[in-house]
Each structure stands twice: as C-alpha cells, then as structure tokens.
C-alpha cells in the first residue's frame, strides 16, 4: 500500500465513523476530494453543500453541480450575501477571517437543519504554512473538521486521490473567492465583483488556465501563467481584452509581466486563500 492509499484509506475511515457529514463544497479539488471520500465512506449520509453568494462566480457554482453528480453525493446550496457584512466589505487584512465565517456559519446551520453533527472542509495540510489564511481561525472556532489536514494529505495527494476516484477537477488550478481579486483596503462592492467575474470570464473565453484581473480602483491588472505569458501578448488578444474590459467600467488595462502569482494584492507574504471561497 502506497502513502497515499494509506492516507486514504484512514480519512475515510475518519469519516466512516461519523453518523453523516456535510461537506462544505464548491467543486475545487480540494472540497471534491472531501466530498468523494465522504460519499465512499457514508453513501447517502454525506451532503454536499455549496454556497452561493456575490463572491462565487456562476462558472464555479456550475462545476460544483457538475463534480457533485460525478460524485453521486447529495447536493445543497444555500444562498448568502458577504456584503451584509461590514467587516467585510472594508476589506481589511482579516477579509478572508470574515467571509470564511459567514460561509462555515451557513454550512453549520444546514447540517442542523438535515440534522448532521459533522461539517468538514477541504483544508489541506499544505495550507496552514502558506502565509496569510486567516481563514483557518475561522474553521478552528467554528469546529470543523478538515478531514485532508488530520491525515496530512499535501496538495499533491490531494489531486493523486480526486484522480483515483476519477474527478474531472483533478488538474483543476486553485480558484480562490472574487474578492482575492481587490485590493486590501479598497471597499469590496458588487460591481467590482461584477465586473471582475465577466473580465475573467473574457479570459476563459480566449483558453486561458491559470489567470486573475486583480481590479485596483478601476485599473485592470491581468495575470497569466508565465507558460501563457507570451499568448496574452497577442496583438488579437491584446485589442480585444482591452475594448471589452474597458466597456466593463475599467478605465485603464495592463499585463502584469510577473505573471500569475497568488495573493499579489494581499497582506505581505500572503497567498490568496486558495478555494477558501470558491473551494470551501
């Protein structure tokens, strides 16, 4: 038996032991291992639950549905609003702290509702060594349990098990929540979030993989792969994200040369909360 069956095998026996559980979902492969493992090990006493707000682009919310019936798991979605939140919206450097809050809080009160104890998380154990994730104080105080972080399954073995249970999101690039998108300290507001969710839909559009428009005040600032560096610098591209970003309400759009890179509008040494929002 391999590490990796060997972990494994123990969170779903972890789960297993547990009268049900509600995976808190959104179809990013951490959450999907998560939930694969829970529908193993508790067949129909495993609920997978996705939360629906202004931070979660459409495009994901349909590959949640989508990863949901490859998994055969049970699938919920609750709808919430981050922007009720004032904390939040300032957008400070416990963003993330806030939203996760909010979010787990939701999962919480519909694992009551279905009358399940248990809410798991697609933490890794990766995660909490990755820089800023005041996410983590959050899922610690509201007792969830990350199942992948108690049998320290890497980010590596996480996509090693979502391909032995055949998930179609195994190579899927981390996707974190819209808001990673603003600046901290500039107002996360629903067009902002609007207008980034179509600009990056624009991207997807055009092929690209690993992508971001970070928006700073109506400056978009694109991010690509370094791979895809030199096909974002296409006259054709360039031309076309430029017109239709700028009739999006940008006034002003750039190439960032670095190249894609997680967390670049965040606290220093930050990552974005990756598939904090858009994962878990």
Partial sequence: MTTVEAKLEAARDDLAAR?????????????????ALA????????????AKSETLPEAELEDARRVASEIGIRHEIVSFSELESDAFVENDDDRCYHCRTMRLGEMRE?????????VCDGT???????????GLQAVDELDVHSPLLAHDITKAEVRAI??????SVAD????????????????????????IERAEALLRQWGFDQFRVRDHDGLARIEVSPDELERALEREFVETVRDELSKLGFDHVTLDLHGYRTGSVSPESATDNAESSSDD
Avoid: Q, W
Wanted: overall charge negative; charged content about 25%.
């Fill in 39 to 50: 529908h193993d090990a508790l067949g129909d006493d495993a609920v997978a639950c996705t």
């Fill in 19 to 35: 009268d049900g559980v509600l995976v808190a979902f959104s179809g990013g492969v951490d959450s999907s291992a998560v939930a």
């Fill in 110 to 118: 519909t694992a009551r509702n279905l009358g399940i104890s248990t």
């Fill in 162 to 167: 979502a391909e032995h249970y055949d998930l």
């Fill in 172 to 195: 899927k690039p981390s996707m974190a929540c819209l808001s990673s998108r603003i600046p901290t300290g500039l107002e996360v507001t629903e067009d902002r979030l609007g207008r």
């Fill in 124 to 134: 890794n154990a990766d995660d909490p060594g990755a820089g800023h994730r005041p």
